[in-house]
Nanobody, 118 residues
Framework: VQLVESGGGMVQPGGSLRLSCAAS????????MSWVRQTPGKGPEWVSF????????NYADSVKGRFTISRDNAKNTLHLQMSSLKPEDTALYYC????????????WGQGTQVTVSS
């Protein structure tokens, strides 16, 4: 199993970024996926969820209305479109595979850094 995030960077407040997660080594379309973020000194914060088919999504209140999760099962890719970015969105963003057995996450990528600063 491999999850590789990309698309992070530095952006000014109010700007946009699109994160991607390339999945390999498993049947991507069979797993729910999530984005999770972490800042130094804090625990992981769940950001967004998408089900296997992409028809059901959910968002943390802190990002609702600004972020959009999507997936392309034909290309084994997960995305997170982030708009109206705020300094508090600064974090290392991970894509995570949903665990069938525990309901948590069983695999994570290495993360991509998002920094929102003027």
């Amino acid at each position: 199993v491999q999850l590789v995030e990309s698309g992070g960077g530095m952006v000014q407040p109010g700007g946009s970024l699109r994160l991607s997660c390339a999945a390999s080594g498993f049947t991507f379309s069979s797993y729910h996926m999530s984005w999770v973020r972490q800042t130094p000194g804090k625990g992981p914060e769940w950001v967004s969820f998408i089900n296997t088919g992409g028809g059901s999504t959910n968002y943390a209140d802190s990002v609702k209305g600004r972020f959009t999760i999507s997936r392309d099962n034909a290309k084994n890719t997960l995305h997170l479109q982030m708009s109206s970015l705020k300094p508090e969105d600064t974090a290392l963003y991970y894509c995570a595979r949903g665990s069938v057995s525990t309901g948590g996450y069983d695999y994570w990528g290495q993360g991509t850094q998002v920094t929102v600063s003027s």
